[in-house]
């Protein structure tokens, strides 16, 4: 099992551009989240979803959309990408326990520059 | 908004002695996590807190969730350099199972 694939791995790309991050994971797990990673700012969370068909904002989501149109993938959007967006991106799951939060399962991260 | 703040930001440390990171919350949390993640890597799950002072070891590593549930610790006793890495604490946002972490401490170890 790969657990959890992000792909791309990197990405450079010029301010206005868009892109697309996909998340797959093949646990079956109900939860999916996108965090974004800077220096000296740990893990910052961008959307999440609780299952398919369903997203919610985080702590910082403007400037992204995502979609959960399939169980095993989350997908994270730029639409038009800012230097500001210049990250180290990680996909996570977990299954859904109720109220006590799930541990998370990390991909393997996506490093994008925006230039 | 819910914030959880961790310190030190960063130590370097002798190999074989000590090390200790805490996490304070804005908030009571209902659990706490703890991550490591390697340079280069993606956080892995160390451990869940979830009850008023408990205490859980893994080998040298020693963790605490303090009484009030608003603070918790890792302990490294007698580091070693496989022991370098960020460590992150993580706790449930406000409404939902979404985690919040900290900004976590980088540790260095010199042999």
């Known amino acids: 099992n790969a657990g959890v694939t992000q792909t791309p791995k990197f990405r450079v790309l010029k301010t206005g551009q868009s892109m697309t991050l996909l998340c797959a994971q093949d646990?079956?797990?109900?939860?999916m989240y996108w965090y974004r990673q800077d220096p000296g700012m740990g893990l910052r969370l961008i959307h999440y979803?609780?299952?398919?068909?369903?997203?919610a904002k985080g702590e910082v989501p403007d400037g992204y959309n995502v979609s959960r149109l399939k169980k095993q993938n989350f997908l994270l959007g730029l639409e038009s990408a800012a230097p500001s967006q210049t990250s180290v991106y990680f996909c996570?799951?977990?299954?859904?326990?109720?109220?006590?939060?799930?541990?998370?399962?990390f991909g393997e991260g996506s490093r994008l520059t925006v230039l | 908004g819910q914030q959880v703040m961790q310190i030190p930001q960063y130590q370097h440390v002798q190999e074989g002695e000590d090390f200790t990171t805490y996490c304070n919350s804005s908030?009571?949390?209902?659990?706490i996590q703890w991550y490591k993640q390697r340079p280069g890597g993606h956080p892995v799950f160390l451990i869940q807190?979830?009850?008023?002072?408990e205490v859980k070891k893994q080998k040298r590593l020693t963790f605490q969730f303090g009484e009030a549930k608003k603070n918790s610790s890792l302990h490294i006793t007698a580091t070693q350099t496989t022991d370098v890495g960020t460590y992150f604490c993580?706790?449930?946002?406000?409404?939902?199972?979404?985690?919040?972490f900290g900004a976590g401490t980088i540790l260095r170890v010199k042999s």
């Open positions: 979803s609780v299952g398919e068909g369903t997203t």
């Open positions: 646990m079956n797990h109900e939860y």
């Open positions: 993580a706790g449930p946002m406000e409404y939902g199972n979404k985690l919040v």
């Open positions: 908030t009571t949390l209902s659990n």
């Open positions: 996570a799951t977990s299954r859904d326990r109720g109220p006590v939060t799930g541990e998370l399962f």
């Open positions: 807190l979830v009850k008023s002072g």
